[in-house]
Structure formats: C-alpha cells, structure tokens
C-alpha cells in the first residue's frame, strides 16, 4: 500500500521529462532489488492528485525478504512518497486488471476563505451550496450505468459501463467529505461527478441534468471537471 | 486572525536574507495602504512552525474599508499566508504585549510509518509510547511556574514565570494531539515539553525529571526539543 502526496508530481504514470510517482518508486526499487522494473499501480492518478491506499505490483528475482522491503524502500524515497506495506503475490497477479473495487474520497472547503495549511490538499469554493440537494444528487450515480458522459475527453476506455456501490456527502466543519465506491472509474470521472455535483449545488445547474448525463452520455450536459487537489484514492480492493 | 503554513519560511520574524512571514504579509499591506507598516505578531513561531490563529496589528494613517482588506491582502498574498478577517483596534493595542492567553497544538504521528500528506504537519514517532503515564506528566506542567528550564538557550525572557491553565493529549488514530492553553509559553517552550514527554513517554526519561526540571530549572534535566513541523499556534486570546 503507497501513500503519496501528488502536489509535486504529474501524475502516476511514467512520462518523458516529468516527474511521476510511477519513476520515482521504481527507480528505488532497482536500486533495491538489483534489476530493472516495471511497477504495475491500480490506479493512474493524475497531475496533483493523491492517494492514501495506492496499490502496485511488480516482479522480482530478488531473494530480499518481503517484510524488510517498505523500511529499505522509504529509506530513500522522498519523503512525499511513503510505501506502507508489501507482500507476496501469486505471479500472474496484476494490480490494476485484478481490483475489484476502489473507494476514492473528494474534499471540498466551502467557506469565505482558503486555508494555508490545506491548500493543496481540497478544493476551495467559496459559493453557497444547497448541501441536502448534493446528497440527493450524488444518490443519481450509484448503481450500474453507462458512464460515457462523465469521462474526459483522452479517455481510452471502450466499455465505458461501471457500477457505483455507494455515493455520498458528509459535512465536517467547513469541508464537505465526498466518498465513491465503485467497480472501476473512467479518466476523470469522479472530478466530473465532484463538479457536476457543485454546479448542482450552488444552483448553475439542474439536477435533472445528472439523469441526463448518463441516459444521453453527452459529457456537456455535466458540470466543470473539479480541480485535482481535492482527490484522493483510498482504497484498492481485490 | 492569520493562517499560515510555515514549512517555507524562516518563522513570523523579519530577517536578513531569508523569507519570513512578517515580511510577506507587511510588503503586502504596503501595496494596499501605501505606506510603510510594522506588522507586530502576537507569537514570534520559529521556522517550520504554522499557525491556525495568529494575530497582529499595524498602524495605518489609509482609510481603505476594514472589511475589504483581507480580500485584497490574500489577493496578493502567496497562497501559505492567509488573513481570515480584520478589525479595528485602538490607537495603543500591542498584539503581543496585550495577549491574555494563547493556545498552542503539537501533533505526532505515532506509527510505524511517517505520512506522506503530513510529513510537514507533523513529528513522526516510532518509538512506542506510554500514552497513560504522558498523560499524567503533562499535568506537571499545569499552574504557574518558573520555566527558566524549559527555554531555549537564546531566550531574552528576563521573567520566565508563566502559567498554563490547561494541558492534555488525545489519542486520534495514529496520532498524539496535545493541546496547551496558557498566559505565555518562553522560547522554545512547548517544543521542550512535547520532547520531553516523549522522553518520559518512551521510557528514556523518568516521570521525576518533569518537577526536578521545573523546580531546579536546568534545561538538561528536560528530553529533546521537539521538531518545528508539529507545532500550531491556534489562538491568541485578549
């Protein structure tokens, strides 16, 4: 299980001449297990998003005991990167085709101001939101439906179809704590439910339109992507 | 009332040569008022230390509109410093000098890993801690006492009686919360009481030390001095 802080990376996902959490741990791993590695995540975070329970696996000859890996690993990741624990896995384990679930959690302040401390870790709006009606609208997600609309543009998915096991909104304070369990998620697709759902709040947009999003899949019909500091994955179950 | 996360500045207090954040918010307040200000801060926090609740005052001959200022002063602001609101005081009000009370909080992850979302947030500690017995010792350090021996050695404090009103920690998690409430705390004082309840806490350290330390007032009967990323100035009470 990885913890990491997105802020300072693009993404997950190796890219050329850009920081990414994917090149960052199997750098290290290399270093570690003495040969070369690809590291297999769950899920492909975007630029600024964060993750408290990331998954990966890789494969190894390596003969170093498994419980000794997260204290050799951490001891020379950078400190935004924390790998929690590790274990064996059968050898034709694959972290992303084998998840059966995720949980992520969206953070949203709605208050007057930002805070200093949390300005990279939730996404400040400073609109009234109708909360009771964003809880009756997130309910609109969950189940089993064709997610089309609420995928970005890039996204390479064919079958665009997941089901959401369970959706919803609680208010802690001045922050609104936004959970999604589901089966599988599309590129972008729990920011578009987070901003569509704002929209729907703050009254720019209907909430009939979430029925329309997904019966039509015409992603105009949805609210703004919602920033990606606000974001992180929990949890990857198999 | 300011909110600051000071992970990258070298404390409140204007330096040569390194970025402070009385420095940024008075180069602000400048741009706005038009003239040359002292931002006087209620608690000089050390480098790496952040604030919830700061406070502090400045003189000002402008007659911009109160309740405009904070937005046109976090507008300019970078986005680690934020003024939460503003008021007018009377001609002879000192932040500092006039503060009743203050309430400070120490955070330490207790766990086996550090975390990679609060690694500036936070003392991580792995050792395992007696949580019963530092709950005892910091009532010790509750009442008023001569804490000459809990000061840094650069401390200019020619009176070193303070009185702490209040003192507890709280298991939350993983974490130790531990909250002082007090008419002022010395240089350097609530990071040596955290460390040395940790000492006390990990068994490096008798509970006995804690009166010796207060009664003979000798820094060197006291445990570490806790580090900056863990401390919070909450509130400051007039």
Chains 1, 2 share one sequence.
């Not at 059968?90 to 972290?95: K, Q, S």
């Not at 949390?118 to 400073?126: G, I, K, T």
């Not at 089901?163 to 089966?183: M, P, R, S």
Request: proline fraction near 4%.
């Amino acid at each position: 299980m990885i913890e990491y802080d997105g802020t300072g990376y693009h993404g997950w996902q190796r890219q050329q001449n850009a920081p990414s959490i994917q090149q960052s741990i199997e750098e290290v791993i290399e270093k570690v297990v003495g040969h070369q590695v690809e590291l297999i995540g769950a899920g492909r975070t975007d630029a600024g998003v964060h993750a408290l329970g990331q998954t990966a696996n890789f494969h190894t000859s390596s003969n170093i005991v498994i419980d000794k890996m997260p204290l050799a690993f951490n001891s020379m990741l950078p400190d935004d990167i924390v790998i929690k624990n590790t274990e064996t896995v059968p050898e034709d384990f694959h972290a992303r085709y084998q998840a059966k679930g995720k949980r992520y959690r969206y953070i949203i302040r709605n208050a007057k101001f930002p805070s200093a401390l949390m300005r990279n870790r939730e996404y400040f709006c400073h609109y009234p939101l109708d909360i009771p009606l964003m809880q009756k609208a997130i309910k609109l997600f969950v189940g089993m439906h064709d997610f089309k609309g609420l995928a970005a543009a890039g996204s390479s998915a064919k079958d665009t179809v997941r089901t959401i096991y369970d959706a919803q909104i609680k208010q802690e304070g001045e922050n609104l704590v936004i959970d999604f369990y589901g089966n599988g998620f599309l590129y972008n697709m729990v920011r578009i439910m987070v901003g569509t759902l704002v929209d729907v709040g703050r009254g720019k947009l209907p909430i009939e339109n979430i029925e329309k999003l997904i019966s039509e899949g015409d992603r105009k019909l949805g609210g703004i992507t919602a920033p990606p500091q606000g974001l992180y994955l929990v949890e990857v179950l198999y």
